[in-house]
């Protein structure tokens, strides 16, 4: 019986699977592998021990949005416009919208310099990915959508390899973790802001709410879902680690310098191999693909959700206009955005996660009390527990947020 009994378990865990894996792998898109490149290769093991407490932020506050997408069957758009109101909910859309945008364009700069290190043009890698994607959400339904995003998600191991390859000394790498650096250098606190940055991030808030629900997940579902949402913020870190690993072994610890994980890629070559090198460039590429798809999609979700139009991958384009509509929309203008010659795609990548920082301190007060609201939430609500650590996360965001804002008055540079 208790072998069935597990069994059972473990079936039901793989048919819920999913969310919050998916959602925090693509966390690590090309905006944030450029800057975990950067911060192994410019502070070496230092920013290492960040990628704890951003676990702990990671995963408690997808575990409120996906317990709110499974309890309310809604996505965090629609809660919004519900509880504080169509203009407050109007506000959160407009900026995350901006927020998408600017990294909607990363993800095409990424695929753009991804294929660019296997020969290929720009002119010919970014319509080709813009429309692989467009077919991809447009074409499938939302299993086979589901199935692709989660293959995406394995072949992040691609990192893992190359931090292997680097041949990093193993106890230093345990001492930073143990023993952090914390320094009061301006373009320390910077590089910490972004790793925080393109980590937690407000339309993740959006995303793992809305694919919860598209889901169909339920109350009785919440234990898998933990398990999915924990795994996930676990994973993402994981490869985070091996990102700035490889980096830090090589580039760092040769004194090279970088501006992108294209350059990254081309680094590692010389100082850790060919194969490390292009396993590095082909996670680049899957990165940036898959949130190429993502961006848009979680853009096209919220704003249905807000606003009450049709939303869902099970839906054909004629059933929901806008919803695809505007995830068409999205690809197709960031596509045309990397283009534009003599483009700074760097400030591209980096620029979002301003707005990022600035936005997600407001998500959060959102999510925060919609979660804890039992009219929403009945006997689903937050614990104390979460709360606390969900607010702590906010205020040290804020406080971030200010220094990231004021790093221009220090004439500090993400490069």
Same mark, same amino acid.
């Given at each position: 019986m208790r072998r069935h009994a597990g069994k059972f378990r473990l079936a039901a865990l793989f048919a819920i699977l999913g969310p919050g894996i998916i959602n925090a792998s693509s966390d690590n898109d090309a905006a944030g592998i450029t800057t975990y490149s950067l911060a192994g290769a410019r502070h070496g093991l230092a920013l290492l021990w960040v990628l704890i407490p951003v676990t702990i932020s990671l995963a408690v506050t997808a575990e409120m949005g996906a317990r709110m997408g499974a309890v309310t069957g809604k996505g965090l758009g629609a809660i919004i416009r519900e509880k504080f109101g169509a203009r407050w909910a109007a506000f959160a859309i407009l900026v995350m919208l901006v927020a998408n945008f600017g990294t909607t364009t990363a993800e095409f700069a990424g695929i753009s310099t991804s294929l660019g290190i296997f020969g290929m043009s720009r002119f010919i890698a970014v319509p080709v990915g813009a429309i692989a994607?467009?077919?991809?959400?447009?074409?499938?339904?939302?299993?086979?959508?589901?199935?692709?995003?989660?293959?995406?998600?394995?072949?992040?191991?691609?990192? !893992?390899?190359?931090?292997?390859?680097?041949?990093?000394?193993?106890s230093h790498v345990f001492e930073s973790m143990v023993r952090p650096t914390i320094s009061a250098d301006p373009n320390y606190i910077l590089m910490v802001v972004a790793v925080i940055g393109t980590t937690v991030t407000p339309w993740g808030q959006f995303f793992i709410q809305s694919y919860t629900a598209d889901k169909r997940a339920k109350p009785e579902d919440l234990s898998y879902l933990?398990?999915? !949402?924990?795994?996930?913020?676990?994973?993402?870190?994981?490869?985070?680690?091996?990102?700035?690993?490889?980096?830090?072994?090589?580039?760092?610890?040769?004194?090279?310098?970088?501006s992108e994980a294209a350059d990254a890629a081309r680094a590692l070559m010389p100082l850790a191999g060919k194969f490390a090198s292009l396993l590095f460039a082909f996670g680049l590429l899957n990165a940036s693909l898959l949130g190429a798809a993502i961006l848009p999609l979680t853009s096209a979700y919220a704003t249905c959700e807000t606003f009450g139009w049709e939303s869902g991958l099970d839906k054909?384009?004629?059933?929901?206009?806008?919803?695809?509509?505007?995830?068409?929309?999205?690809?197709?203008?960031?596509?045309?955005? !990397?283009?534009?010659?003599?483009?700074?795609?760097?400030?591209?990548?980096?620029?979002?996660? !301003?707005?990022?920082?600035?936005l997600l301190p407001i998500i959060l007060v959102f999510v925060v009390k919609a979660s804890s609201d039992a009219d929403f939430m009945g006997r689903y609500t937050n614990s104390?527990?979460?709360?606390?650590?969900?607010?702590?996360?906010?205020?040290?965001?804020?406080i971030l947020t200010i220094l990231l804002l004021g790093a221009p008055l220090f004439h500090i540079s993400p490069v």
């Open positions: 994607v467009w077919l991809l959400i447009t074409r499938f339904d939302y299993r086979r959508v589901h199935r692709v995003f989660l293959i995406s998600s394995a072949l992040y191991l691609t990192y !893992v390899a190359s931090g292997f390859l680097a041949k990093p000394d193993w933990r398990a999915d !949402v924990y795994i996930g913020s676990v994973f993402v870190s994981f490869i985070a680690f091996f990102i700035i690993l490889a980096c830090a072994a090589t580039i760092h610890r040769a004194g090279l310098t970088i054909r384009p004629r059933e929901a206009p806008i919803f695809f509509g505007l995830f068409t929309f999205f690809i197709a203008a960031a596509s045309l955005v !990397v283009l534009i010659p003599h483009l700074p795609l760097l400030q591209i990548m980096f620029l979002p996660q !301003v707005l990022n920082g600035i104390r527990s979460f709360n606390v650590i969900a607010i702590i996360t906010a205020a040290v965001l804020i």
